[in-house]
């Protein structure tokens, strides 16, 4: 017995050495990329492209401010032996730039002391924009509701549709580090330093995890989401949180925007046991865009688009598939496990059961492996009984038009911090057909609402009285009379997708924000 115990001792030192040894000389390994040689052939090219070429032969991706070096300017990429530090130097030819490197990456920066770009006009001296774009690193596609904050800090945002994000940071948070998450892909860190400037593009690896079908098969997914479900007061905490959260909502027909809201909100989120409370809402800040006049004889208003982003919140408004007297009309299947930062995901598809004749949901929920908090959930309703709903999206209805929705869609992620997970991130997109009757041709509407976390505090946490509340059931465009292109200051919010922003420019919207 005290031989076998000795043999688990000397297993576990060996592994301890092993890390001890393995990771100082890992570090400078990665660090001395920047020193080894190389030699290359490529003669006269782009110096993006001569960025890509060194990618390709060093497995390092690069991460830099896109004003910083002149992609298109021509440049002589052949090297014979010469360390890559002064390959870049040649390349670049500005003496004001320096590389640093983490991970498998090499970050292109400005010295430390050197005159930084110009910011966004709005910030002060103590408070810096940081802006730019996250892509996969081998497709260069953008990646919609990828996770950007502060490590272990409250603040952060999401990317929008287009990949694009941006973040005030101010000068208490200049020595922090930026974590960027997707799910499906290792998380990436970057010192916020490094990060200052507009249209910087981060590259993500996508982690593909070998795990025998078998195992898959074999895991229960019912079990799965019980486990989440019962852990759910454990990780999604019993003491209230007030957040900060940036609002918007939208109505497109066919291509013209017709109505854009946006608000900072303050919220309090009460505890996910244990309490009475329910959450509250209030307006710190809001402005639209009304593009309707009476010869329009249709239009659509989207109605409690702020209560339905709290009713969004599956984790504490349990969502139907998950929910017990409920899952008897789904099916569930587990599908893969996807890296999420340094942990991994069970990804669990669902879909109700072909003999329920009521339109239910379908679609991906994703559960951490470790400690099952749900990370994130993507669904709609069924789209063979979706037109069976329509009362319960279209409460009035315009004189001779007949409204239906065709496709109604939800996606919803948290945020994990300090091993507690807090609402990161709510998005609807809903799409409506409208005919006249008599009438041939169909008038298409899509209409979203999107809630982003921007900030969460977990001190002097109280609720709101009474006469400060949002009318979260309301038709929230109605409820705000102008739109100030000066408006949002040092607050953060969502940059507007390409489509929606060109549409927003088609109605000479003077965007200060958005002109850079």
């Avoid at 400037?197 to 070998?210: A, Q, Y």
């Avoid at 994703?366 to 999206?393: C, Q, R, V, W």
Wanted: overall charge neutral; hydrophobic content about 35%; aromatic content about 12%.
């Amino acid at each position: 017995m005290s031989s076998f115990n000795g043999n688990i001792s000397l297993k576990f030192l060996a592994i301890a050495l092993f890390f001890l040894l393995i990771l100082p000389q890992r570090a400078e390994c990665q660090q001395s990329i920047l020193d080894s040689t190389f030699t290359f052939r490529a003669g006269t090219v782009n110096t993006g492209n001569a960025l890509e070429i060194i990618s390709l032969k060093t497995g390092y991706n690069f991460t830099y401010d896109s004003r910083l070096i002149d992609q298109e300017k021509k440049t002589v990429m052949t090297f014979r032996d010469t360390k890559l530090s002064v390959i870049l130097d040649s390349l670049l030819k500005n003496d004001s730039l320096v590389f640093s490197v983490i991970d498998r990456y090499i970050i292109i920066s400005h010295a430390e002391g050197h005159p930084s770009l110009p910011s966004d006009s709005t910030a002060s001296e103590k408070v810096k924009y940081i802006t730019g774009k996250i892509i996969d690193n081998e497709t260069s596609e953008p990646l919609p509701f990828a996770t950007i904050a502060l490590k272990n800090k409250g603040k952060g945002t999401v990317t929008n549709n287009n990949g694009n994000f941006g973040l005030k940071i101010t000068s208490d948070f200049f020595k922090d580090t930026l974590s960027v998450s997707f799910l499906g892909y290792l998380g990436r860190e970057i010192p916020v330093k490094k990060a200052f400037g507009n249209n910087l593009t981060i590259s993500m690896k996508r982690e593909f995890i070998s795990i025998p079908e078998i195992i898959i098969k074999n895991q229960n997914p019912q079990e799965i989401i019980s486990r989440a479900l019962k852990l759910i007061p454990k990780n999604y905490g019993n003491t209230p949180a007030l957040m900060t959260g940036f609002y918007r909502e939208g109505v497109l027909k066919k291509y013209e925007l017709q109505t854009y809201s946006e608000a900072i909100l303050q919220i309090y989120k009460s505890a996910y046991s244990g309490t009475l409370y329910g959450d509250q809402i209030k307006i710190y800040k809001s402005r639209k865009i009304e593009n309707t006049d009476r010869s329009d004889t249709l239009a659509i208003r989207l109605k409690a688009g702020l209560s339905t982003c709290l009713d969004l919140d599956g984790a504490k408004n349990i969502f139907d598939f998950l929910a017990g007297e409920s899952m008897s009309d789904y099916t569930y299947r587990m599908t893969d496990i996807v890296t999420y930062d340094d942990e991994s995901a069970y990804a669990i598809e669902f879909e109700q059961r072909e003999n329920v004749d009521l339109p239910l949901f379908q679609g991906t929920i994703y559960i951490n492996t470790i400690d099952y908090g749900i990370l994130n959930a993507e669904f709609e309703i069924n789209p063979k009984l979706i037109h069976e709903m329509k009362d319960s999206f279209i409460s009035t209805t315009s004189h001779g038009f007949n409204t239906w929705p065709a496709s109604v869609k939800y996606s919803v992620s948290y945020r994990k911090m300090n091993n507690r997970y807090f609402l990161n991130h709510v998005r609807g997109d809903l799409i409506f057909t409208s005919s006249q009757k008599r009438k041939l041709f169909n008038t298409q509407f899509k209409v979203f609402f999107e809630l982003a976390i921007t900030e969460v505090d977990l001190s002097n946490v109280t609720r709101f009285d009474r006469e400060e509340l949002a009318p979260i059931h309301s038709i929230f465009s109605k409820t705000i009379k102008n739109y100030d292109p000066l408006f949002w200051g040092n607050q953060d919010f969502l940059r507007p997708e390409d489509n929606l922003l060109k549409a927003l420019k088609n109605m000479n919207v003077n965007l200060q924000e958005f002109s850079k």
